[in-house]
């Protein structure tokens, strides 16, 4: 079946815009999760979605950082006022409730 | 802070079996360990977990220390496409939310 999917696979933007990044899960999935890889590093957990609960965002760097989920589907992390320090992949998973996650193949962030 | 230590490099010939060490000497009673592997520019690909049992599933073998303070996934016939970054992860409960907690994995290079 359908991985999960997010777009752009690449993003150029100039200090100071705003940026949006997609992901849509795998179909059922019930928790949502972004991450942020920068260059050679591990990944940072961000935020989390799950069902109807409120979402953890306590990994959030700052409130430049903002995530939303429409119920079990689409969901949409907005950076406002892009820094280079945020220049990064930006990492999203789905899993069915606790279980294992699956990851898309990233949106490459670079703020110029 | 990473619960796991892992070698930051690792050489395999082609056709041998790989054997990636970690250690997670503070991992909880209840708390998982997830192997995951990273090929250049893509999304983290799931391999295998386990809590106290070893397990075997079609890409590798995960072996488990009684004590739980380490565990060695094995790639039984390195092939060259499974140079990638290997993460061994422990999933952690924090305030209801299952999250990874990744370390900076082990760049293993399997040699033709």
């Known amino acids: 079946g359908a991985g999960v999917s997010q777009s752009p696979s690449n993003k150029v933007t100039e200090k100071g815009k705003d940026v949006e990044l997609r992901c849509d899960p795998i179909?059922?999935?019930?928790?949502l999760y972004w991450y942020r890889q920068r260059l050679g590093q591990g990944l940072e957990f961000l935020i989390y979605?799950?069902?109807?609960?409120?979402?953890?965002k306590s990994g959030l760097p700052s409130d430049r950082f903002s995530a939303e989920r429409t119920g079990e589907s689409v969901s949409t992390l907005t950076i406002q006022r892009t820094q280079q320090e945020d220049s990064a992949v930006y990492l999203c998973?789905?899993?069915?409730?606790?279980?294992?996650?699956?990851f898309g193949p990233g949106t490459r962030l670079t703020v110029l | 802070d990473a619960k796991t230590t892992q070698p930051t490099s690792m050489d395999c010939a082609e056709g041998r079996a790989a054997n990636l060490p970690c250690n997670h000497s503070?991992?909880?009673?209840?708390?998982?360990v997830y192997w995951y592997r990273q090929i250049h520019s893509q999304g983290p690909q799931y391999i295998i977990h386990?809590?106290?049992n070893n397990e075997t599933n079609e890409m590798a073998s995960l072996i488990i220390t009684e004590d739980r303070k380490s565990s060695t996934l094995i790639l039984p016939h390195a092939t060259l496409r499974d140079t990638a970054v290997y993460y061994c992860?422990?999933?952690?409960?924090?305030?209801?939310?299952?999250?990874?907690?990744f370390g900076t994995g082990t760049r293993l290079k399997v040699l033709a």
């Open positions: 998973a789905s899993s069915h409730l606790a279980d294992t996650q699956y």
């Open positions: 179909s059922g999935h019930t928790a």
């Open positions: 386990g809590l106290k």
């Open positions: 503070t991992i909880s009673g209840n708390e998982y």
């Open positions: 979605f799950q069902g109807n609960s409120a979402p953890d």
């Open positions: 992860i422990v999933r952690v409960r924090d305030s209801g939310t299952y999250k990874y907690i």
